[in-house]
């Protein structure tokens, strides 16, 4: 079982956590710097003009060896920018949310108090760590804490913003299409509106939504340490709901849920609904190894596409958005409900408390791939496009202030301060056994359609298909799969492998599995359907397979996990690799 490696650090200030972020590595597998030369202007702004400004670097330092970042990944090279970054949006256009089977208005005001007063947030100085526990491993004491927090937010008025179902809301509003779009100085279409899904904007507005709902929780119980848990499914050991969720007479319950995902069920982050808790396992390791580390080329492929203001929504997912993020929102889902809620649907999953525990390891995921995945995958994991830095959303502070934030504000934990604690990560060198001989003699007698004679093609059913390489052996490509037009009022998921030799499409540990595509039923306010598109890196995948060098095409395998139509493929391809971008000069 392979862990991380802490930075090493001789430095000694004031602050030091009381457990260090994340595990030890081996020492065969991770190089990371540590250097900060690159970080020498970069300070943290506080709210007030009498408060000090703190330079990363002494911050970084005295955080102690488990919680310093390496330099080496802040930054990437960066593309052209449209500088129509998304704005915070416009209040007073909010709608409400949709039943997406009959297409008739829910019992649910989909949209939070409003208010003329917006201040610019500025996040404040770190004086002492938070520190987000794992779920599984909480104490009963944190446990009543909790509790009563979520308690005590339930019974807020009605018209506090601050009260739990109003921030339930708030998640529904940016994810349902009930805020419009700001109207641009190159007056994009107004009618279009913000999905904070699916695109580049999927990490950042989560991550500021969890920090003001903490914030707001630790207010409840005057407790500024206050964090929240993170449910750590990509681990075993936390492959099922946590405990704490499950008692009937706790705030943190919510009856609609999936019976059939109880403890001892194990989280299924294929969707496959296989029920052999050994297979699952080994299932769940393959997919947080493909997300993590095999299956990008670029930053794009974890953080999800560019989504600039006047853009259509749903640009493209990024490789956690699309995999276990999803399928964990669908396992939970109650399947009795019309739309699978609470969990299950985008407008009511803020109203299970298990959904905030969700989101913080998503959250954790993405400082995990940021700081702690081997640099050679990815050498720049930073976007520094304007339009991501300076897209901004509006929440509510705990003390029920309308604030407006930057993605640009929310790049670094630590500088939000909090961390996560230690736990093993079990997926960190779950590499496929390599694939032998024998599948290109299966390839030859398989009777599949060649692609220009398949595409456009509906997706309700296996698919098998011939793909041209750009040459012979084991190069550094990617497989695209363009122009698919995807209903979102409907889950939709379907894995991908290449060269498969046993077609066992619900075995995912092996060499042949690439990875996957999967959306939440959303509501879309301009159309149902919409187009979007996914790259999956073949270059590792080329690694693990012995019998490749010779072959001119791949055989593709697209195994759909939903039932009937709701997808349509537009083609498939396979180009060259990007080549890495070239760190900008100092």
């Known amino acids: 079982m392979a862990s991380l490696n802490y930075f090493p650090c001789t430095a000694t200030l004031s602050h030091t956590p009381s457990r260090p972020t994340f595990p030890k590595p081996p020492s065969h597998r991770l190089q990371i710097s540590s250097s900060i030369s690159e970080n020498k202007n970069i300070d943290i702004e506080t709210n007030s003009n009498s408060q000090p400004k703190v330079d990363r670097r002494n911050m970084l330092l005295g955080l102690s060896s488990g919680s310093l970042y390496g330099a080496a990944n802040l930054v990437i090279n960066p593309r052209e920018s449209s500088a129509t970054p998304i704005q915070a949006p ?43 526990p794992s779920a599984h491993r909480v104490s009963p004491e944190y446990i009543f804490k909790y509790n009563m927090a979520i308690d005590r937010m339930k019974r807020l008025p009605k018209d506090d913003p601050r009260n739990f179902f ?38 950042p ?55 059939d995902s109880m403890p001892p069920a194990v989280v299924d982050l294929g969707l496959t609904d296989i029920k052999d808790p050994l297979q699952l396992v080994t299932n769940n390791l393959t997919i947080m190894y493909n997300e993590m580390i095999r299956g990008n080329s670029d930053v794009y492929g974890f ?43 985008f407008y009511s999953a803020g109203r299970d408390p298990l959904f905030y525990c969700h989101h913080a390891n998503v959250d954790r995921m993405w400082t995990l791939w940021q700081y702690f995945i081997p640099s050679n995958k990815v050498p720049y994991k930073r976007i520094t496009e304007t339009d991501f830095l300076n897209a901004s959303f509006l929440f509510y502070d705990e003390n029920a202030q309308l604030v407006r934030v930057t993605v640009q504000d929310c790049l670094d934990n630590l500088r939000m301060g909090y961390e996560f604690e230690r736990i093993d990560l079990p997926w960190l060198d779950y590499r496929p056994p390599p694939q032998t001989v024998g599948a290109r003699i299966r390839r030859a007698n398989t009777k599949s359609a060649q692609p220009n004679t398949v595409f456009p ?28 037009e995807v209903d979102t009022s409907k889950l939709l998921k379907f894995d991908v492998f290449v060269n498969d030799e046993d077609d066992n499409v619900f075995e995912l540990d092996k060499a042949a599995y690439l990875g996957t595509y999967a959306q939440l039923p959303h509501k879309s306010a301009t159309n149902s359907t919409v187009k979007t598109s996914i790259s999956l890196k073949l270059t590792d995948l080329y690694d693990d397979m012995d019998n490749i060098d010779d072959d001119e095409t791949v055989l ?23 080549p890495p971008a070239k760190k900008p000069a100092a």
């Open 457 to 484: 093609l509906k997706l309700d059913q296996i698919v098998r298909v011939f793909v041209q390489k750009t040459k012979k052996g084991k190069a550094d490509e990617v497989l695209v799969l363009e122009d698919m």
């Open 303 to 345: 953080m999800g596409k560019a989504y600039s203001q006047g853009d259509a929504p749903d640009r493209g997912p990024g490789s956690v958005e699309r995999g276990s993020h999803t399928s964990v929102h669908w396992w939970v889902g109650d399947p009795n409900q019309p739309t699978r809620e609470d969990l299950g649907n």
């Open 556 to 578: 593709v395998t697209l195994v759909p996990r939903h039932q009937g139509e709701g997808i349509t493929i537009g083609g498939i391809k396979i180009i060259e690799a990007p």
């Open 166 to 203: 109003q921030q339930a809301n708030i998640h529904c509003a940016y994810c349902n299409g009930a805020y419009k779009q700001q109207e641009g100085q190159d007056g994009p279409d107004p009618s279009k509106f913000l999905q904070v899904h699916n695109s580049w904007l999927f990490f």
């Open 90 to 132: 416009v209040l007073d256009s909010c709608g409400v949310a949709t039943n997406l089977n009959n297409n008739k208005e829910l019992d649910i005001n989909c949209c939070p108090p409003t208010t003329d007063r917006i201040v610019d947030y500025r996040v404040p100085p770190v004086f002492q760590m938070k520190m987000r």
């Open 205 to 259: 507005f989560h991550r500021w939504y969890l920090y003001f709902y903490e914030r707001i929780l630790g207010k409840l119980i005057n407790d500024p340490t206050f964090a929240l848990p993170f449910w750590n499914w990509d681990n075993p050991k936390g492959m099922t709901i946590p405990p704490m969720f499950l008692d009937e007479r706790s705030a943190l319950y919510d009856k609609k849920r999936n019976k």
